[in-house]
């Protein structure tokens, strides 16, 4: 004990109680940094088969598909590929909210074409406006089966065994969650919003992976109607938003929930044609945080609130400190990058989101000050689902 405090006399005589107290701050805040990044790489290494299966055989599925609007590019598109999936059982059950009695014979036209699409219509009338809860509860309510997944009209399987894989993640659990990414194209812009939307739903999909449930994705999430009707449909229905996160917490439980990380059980959103879309889209979804749990919602926050201390503490250890704990600093954050970038880029590879791995280091730093500026803008007012 003489030879430590002796040790300790000489570090305080030669850097200061602030130069020790600063190069102690750094070490702590690194070593949560790495701790917070490894615990990613859950995500790079889960495998489903790890999981004891629940359902011998995958079962046959409903696809519900609330349609808002009159949308002719999606009939020809993305549904024909929705409808063309190499499942061999299951059904696509588009729900219309609108009055457009041509596109909507269009619409049921194409069940001459395709005997496993099941259409039903809801009049929109302005003065009682119909909300995705609604839409979606009347499209379980009519599904063939017992098993339903979740998708949007903005969405698009990325192959065709999307629903093939789907299915076979209720082999594992009643309640499935897939990865879906935003389409790729040219422009910071795009790489933007994939590296962000990337950065949440990896987080999410770790808790899953430990059983701690908290987040989903209202374009590629499956669950079964017991589930559904055993808590009385969604929560927060004065909400637009929660048919995802709200409900996925109200219905998971440590083992029910099974998660699909191969690209091929991927689906792809159309991304905002404007950042403005983009932000209400965020914001819309942040409307949903206020009614997390409280663990969830520090699990979140500290993440980021470490990350800025870290950054700030390090940078003041290189302005401040003698020039060979200025090194030792430096060197601290380099071996934290190459953490970051060894973890971030397994885990990008295992969702099929490799070429956005390289500019992990710029969002790295950017990501939280973004986030923090979203959530002390957020407004007040419900955005209604777009």
């Known amino acids: ?134 839409a979606l509860n009347i499209g379980i309510k009519s599904a063939s089966y017992d098993h339903i997944i979740m998708t949007t009209p903005e969405t698009c399987p990325s192959t065709r065994h999307w629903v093939e894989y789907m299915s076979r993640g209720f082999m594992y659990g009643d309640i499935v969650l897939g990865y879906c990414n935003w389409e790729q194209r040219k422009g910071l812009q795009n790489l933007f919003y994939r590296k962000y ?51 996925v917490q109200s219905i998971a439980t440590k083992d029910n929930v099974s998660v699909l990380l191969t690209p091929a059980s991927h689906c792809t959103e159309l991304p905002p044609a404007t950042f403005k879309m983009w932000l209400i889209e965020v914001y819309r979804q942040g409307q949903t945080r206020q009614f997390y749990t409280q663990t969830a919602r520090n699990a979140e926050s500290c993440e980021l609130l470490c990350r800025v201390a870290f ?24 071996v934290r990058y190459v953490v970051m970038g060894v973890v971030n880029r397994k885990v990008a590879l295992r969702v099929g989101e490799e070429k956005i791995a390289a500019w992990e280091p710029v969002f790295d730093f950017i990501e939280p000050w973004v986030r923090f500026i979203i959530r002390a803008t957020q407004p007040k007012q419900i955005y209604k689902w777009r």
């Open 311 to 334: 950054f700030i503490a390090a940078i003041g250890g290189i302005v401040t400190l003698p020039l060979e704990l200025k090194l030792f600093v430096a060197l601290l954050l380099v």
């Open 197 to 247: 939307r990337l950065s949440e739903i990896r987080t999410y999909l770790a808790e899953a992976i430990r059983g701690r449930q908290y987040g989903a994705s209202r374009n590629t999430m499956g669950f079964t109607k017991q589930l559904y009707f055993a808590v009385r449909g969604f929560d927060h229905l004065n909400l637009t938003a929660g048919e995802d996160d709200l409900f």
């Open 1 to 134: 004990m003489e030879i430590l405090g002796k040790i300790f006399n000489t570090i305080i005589e030669g850097y200061g109680v602030a130069g020790v107290v600063l190069l102690v701050l750094v070490l702590v805040l690194f070593t949560i940094q790495i701790v917070q990044l490894c615990r990613m790489l859950i995500v790079a290494k889960f495998k489903q088969t790890s999981r004891p299966q629940i359902r011998q055989i995958p079962p046959p599925v409903s696809v519900i598909v609330p349609l808002f609007g009159e949308d002719e590019e999606y009939l020809k598109g993305d549904l024909r590929m929705l409808l063309s999936q190499s499942s061999p059982s299951y059904e696509v059950v588009v729900v219309y909210v609108g009055k457009e009695d041509a596109f909507y014979a269009t619409l049921k036209h194409m069940r001459k074409f395709f005997h496993h699409l099941k259409t039903t219509q809801i009049d929109y009338t302005p003065q009682y406006p119909i909300t995705m809860k609604l």
